[in-house]
DNA sequence: CAACTGAACTGAACAGTTGAGTTCAGTTGA
DNA sequence: TCAACTGAACTCAACTGTTCAGTTCAGTTG
């Protein structure tokens, strides 16, 4: 019944380009319209005829999943993870984590595609479970590890004093970065002001309470 | 051409009644499949006649608008503002904010509904740009003033410093109630030992940051 | 209490549209 | 030469909204 009977995917660099096309235009249409958007014009969008979207991708169910993996592992953790890890090193922990904290933001304010992509996924749960399984873990919260490692290794090093590490990641998180993707969620952004603030006075908090007692 | 042309939606105590089937039928349909469920299903659900529906509501986005519009004045605050009014007469002021946090979030949890109707209202925001703007300020988070005049009042015993009020409010939400809201979006929960560690660890934070300098 | 009235409701069929996915004959390009 | 691609026409299912003949029911009148 479904295209996928026997059918394998074209390959070869053609197909490649063809392909990358395809999921860039269903990447834009999906967040210009959502999921109700119709294969028609995603093909269009492309510069593809729609039989090419249905031969690399069989449904329109696949392409979605496709978009939303792809969204998966894009880099957004990769300035702000390298961030965190020189955290070690700083000698002045407050600036140090008010600039990462600063890069991390920005990663996530300029990403707002990703969370609009979220958004579609949580309307979309009930025809994607796995989908929302997936992106637990991943998204613009999706590099606990490195938080938890710098968290540890300051809290090695005697700078933090954290009894509870779970609870001390979601609260850096709460405080940083959890505003931005609320307020996001309809469409409302956070002034630069209010951002600024919101690093300074979140790093601020979290030190006071987990940093030494040298206030 | 629409069906509204001269008509109004029918009155009477048995109206009233179908009326409430329906966007009762109508929220459960909307949030258990989407926007995209049928009329059909919906008139079913309400064990009444789709011309029913029609004849009380006109249009599918009508609708749709009704079941939003009900649940944003949905009292969702109520225990949770009175449980910070009496914030100010407190003795021991963590114990209080501990016990007021609780019911707060427990509202918010307990209504993953309006979170999740959140979600759709913003999914479809290009169809209904008006429910977007209508919903901002409300929602669980819709009670700022009473958080706000809870923390004045603490502020001008001087029981808190709090130099930035903006801030400070984003931040308790943050704190308290942002966590299940980002992770609700997917339908993760989270257990109640962790919500009891991000209660009282937020309500510490906070006080180690604005409370006076006893510790 | 019986007959009546009229608005609201039912059920089922129907019209019109939209959109997913397919078919196919023909074209492009390494 | 062969796999990939195109474009247009097509099927099929689902959905919104409408129509209509008949039914329910609260309230009114005699």
């Known amino acids: 019944m479904s295209a996928d009977s026997g059918k394998q995917p074209p390959s070869g660099p053609r197909a490649a380009l063809k392909r990358q096309a395809i999921v860039r235009a269903a990447r834009e249409a999906f967040l210009r319209e959502g999921f109700g958007v119709?294969?028609?014009?995603?093909?269009?969008?492309?510069?593809?005829?729609?039989?090419?979207?249905?031969?690399?991708?069989?449904?329109?169910?696949?392409?979605?999943?496709?978009?939303?993996t792809e969204a998966l592992d894009e880099p957004l953790g990769s300035a702000s993870?390298?961030?965190?890890?020189?955290?070690?090193?700083?000698?002045?922990?407050?600036?140090a984590l008010v600039d990462a904290a600063r890069t991390w933001v920005n990663a996530v304010r300029t990403n707002q595609d990703v969370i609009a992509l979220r958004n579609l996924v949580a309307a979309e749960l009930h025809r994607f479970p796995e989908l929302g399984r997936a992106w637990q873990g991943h998204g613009p919260e999706g590099h606990h590890p490195a938080v938890a490692a710098a968290l540890r290794g300051l809290a090695d090093q005697g700078r933090l004093v954290i009894p509870d590490l779970e609870t001390a990641i979601i609260q850096l998180y709460a405080l940083?970065?959890?505003p931005h993707m609320v307020f996001g969620a309809y469409g409302t952004t956070v002034d630069d002001g209010l951002t600024e603030r919101l690093i300074t006075g979140g790093v601020d908090m979290f030190l006071s309470h987990y940093g030494p007692r040298e206030r």
Chains 1, 2 share one sequence.
């Open 38 to 68: 119709g294969m028609d014009a995603i093909a269009a969008g492309a510069g593809v005829s729609k039989v090419t979207v249905y031969n690399h991708f069989g449904s329109k169910e696949a392409l979605f999943t496709a978009v939303i």
């Open 81 to 95: 993870a390298t961030a965190l890890e020189g955290l070690a090193e700083a000698e002045d922990l407050r600036t």
């Open 176 to 178: 940083l970065v959890f």
